[in-house]
């Protein structure tokens, strides 16, 4: 069974265009996230929903705008798309629990998707 | 300022040899969680080791275990009995408490590329 599942898991697509990216998780987190890993294999945190509420928005273009339609689902919306948006985009869940369980690896360990690598030309 | 940091961009290892894969870290949280994937070039992420701020006993999972010196502020990954399989970038991560919300974001290195040789 897929935990976290992403598509497309190619994108390839002409600067200037809207595309969007979609994620669904079935392992019934409360938190799910979009983090990019650029050419160097950085990875950075993009965003992250809870209870459909966007919880942490980095400083990220806002041609990006993540969607929630609900708990299992976080698609990622791009505008006018740039070269320097090629990179590959991971999808991540991890259920988050109050201070009382927040040491526990069980709710802090993040599910990562299989990732989708965009190319712009 | 950089939160997480491995400063090995690239390793080598021979099969069958351990290997130590270093990571230091920087926070002022005091309770906070340490993380290890492994990403094969096919690209997916995969878990590998988890070690809690407040563990006492270094964490193990069958070959890898994490070296967790808390007053170092280090989180050395060491793989055992390396395999060709284990070829493949590894990241060291922090996860980080985001005040007054329930999500917890983590801040990844930017990774040592792990070679393991015949």
């Known amino acids: 069974d897929t935990a976290v599942s992403q598509t497309p898991k190619y994108l390839v697509t002409q600067m200037g265009n809207d595309k969007s990216i979609k994620c669904e998780q079935n392992?019934?987190?409360?938190?799910m996230y979009w983090y990019k890993q650029d050419s160097k294999k950085f990875l950075k945190i993009m965003f992250s929903?809870?209870?459909?509420?966007?919880?942490i928005n980095e400083t990220v273009p806002n041609r990006f705008s993540p969607k929630s339609p609900d708990k299992a689902h976080l698609n990622l919306h791009i505008n006018s798309l740039e070269l320097g948006d090629s990179a590959v985009y991971f999808c991540?869940?991890?259920?988050?629990?109050?201070?009382?369980?927040?040491?526990?690896?069980?709710?802090?360990?993040?599910?990562f998707g299989p990732g989708t690598r965009l190319t712009v030309l | 300022a950089q939160k997480i940091t491995q400063t090995q961009p690239g390793m080598f290892v021979q099969e069958k040899e351990a290997v130590t894969l270093d990571c230091t870290y920087d926070?002022?949280?005091?309770?906070?969680?340490l993380f290890w994937y492994k990403q094969p070039s096919s690209g997916e992420m995969i878990f590998l080791i988890y070690?809690?701020?407040?563990?006492?006993q270094n964490a193990t999972e069958g070959r890898y275990s994490l070296n967790f010196q808390k007053a170092r502020k280090s989180a050395n990954l060491v793989i055992s009995a390396s395999q060709l399989g284990d070829s493949a970038m590894y990241f060291c991560?922090?996860?980080?408490?985001?005040?007054?919300?329930?999500?917890?974001?983590?801040?990844f290195g930017k990774g040592t590329k792990l070679s393991v040789i015949p």
């Open positions: 926070t002022s949280d005091q309770s906070y969680g």
């Open positions: 929903y809870n209870n459909k509420e966007l919880i």
């Open positions: 392992l019934g987190h409360d938190t």
């Open positions: 070690q809690g701020s407040y563990d006492e």
């Open positions: 991540a869940s991890s259920q988050v629990v109050g201070l009382a369980g927040v040491l526990k690896r069980s709710y802090n360990e993040q599910f």
């Open positions: 991560a922090m996860r980080e408490v985001h005040s007054g919300a329930g999500s917890y974001q983590l801040t």
